[in-house]
T-cell receptor, first 112, second 113 residues
Framework: EDQVTQSPEALRLQEGESSSLNCSYT??????LFWYRQDPGKGPEFLFT???AGEEKEKERLKATLTKKESFLHITAPKPEDSATYLC?????????????FGTGTKLQVIP | EPEVTQTPSHQVTQMGQEVILRCVPI?????FYWYRQILGQKVEFLVS????????KSEIFDDQFSVERPDGSNFTLKIRSTKLEDSAMYFC???????????FGQGTRLTVV
């Protein structure tokens, strides 16, 4: 059974204090690893897809990296508007692209 | 402008009643999905719908659930006889062909009493 574990469950940062969120996964034949941002009471918002170990993607203050066992979401100099829950999800055979397994998320709070 | 609009935003229903949740994709896309998120728990895949047919479903998506695209624009999730444990946020999503970027709706909060 595919498993996704995110840590920490919650993270409180000062504005400008860089940090990383972790997503550890156990799948047979990873097809894709997704990062989403979720604001309270809203649907997930797509951030990145990573396909193979060594791959990196960036968007503004966010950078996602992937190894064979885990992914990191690095947040550089965060701002209060980066406060949200960050979700990791994996997709592996035999499921199709969106039959993904989500982690429980990391709730990030950035203090001004 | 949201990519996907869901209605209603909140629905309260009595146990055993049927509910229909609606999703209106703005663009003419072929790939649609339903997910649910029980309060405080992780997002769970329910079903994917491609070219007007179910392409995949999870163990959660049992005979109580059905999906259809009745008029070519709305995409619906029906729960025939709701249970207390069906209380959750239900999200509709869509992707474009060849893309892994999924656009989620704002969700429908279903409360079964």
């Amino acid at each position: 059974e595919d498993q996704v574990t995110q840590s920490p469950e919650a993270l409180r940062l000062q504005e400008g204090e860089s940090s990383s969120l972790n997503c550890s996964y156990t799948v047979s034949g990873l097809r894709g690893l997704f990062w989403y941002r979720q604001d309270p009471g809203k649907g997930p918002e797509f951030l990145f897809t990573l396909y193979s170990a060594g791959e990196e993607k960036e968007k503004e203050r966010l950078k996602a990296t992937l190894t064979k066992k885990e992914s990191f979401l690095h947040i550089t100099a965060p701002k209060p508007e980066d406060s949200a829950t960050y979700l990791c999800a994996v997709q592996a055979p035999p499921g199709g692209y969106q039959k993904v397994t989500f982690g429980t998320g990391t709730k990030l709070q950035v203090i001004p | 402008e949201p990519e996907v609009t869901q209605t209603p935003s909140h629905q309260v229903t009595q146990m055993g009643q049927e509910v229909i949740l609606r999703c209106v994709p703005i663009s003419n896309h072929l790939y649609f999905y339903w997910y649910r998120q029980i309060l405080g728990q992780k997002v769970e895949f329910l079903v994917s719908f491609y070219n007007n047919e179910i392409s995949e479903k999870s163990e959660i998506f049992d005979d109580q659930f059905s999906v259809e695209r009745p008029d070519g624009s709305n995409f619906t999730l029906k729960i025939r006889s709701t249970k207390l444990e069906d209380s959750a946020m239900y999200f509709c999503a869509r992707t474009s062909e060849g893309s892994t970027e999924a656009f989620f709706g704002q969700g429908t909060r279903l409360t079964v009493v």
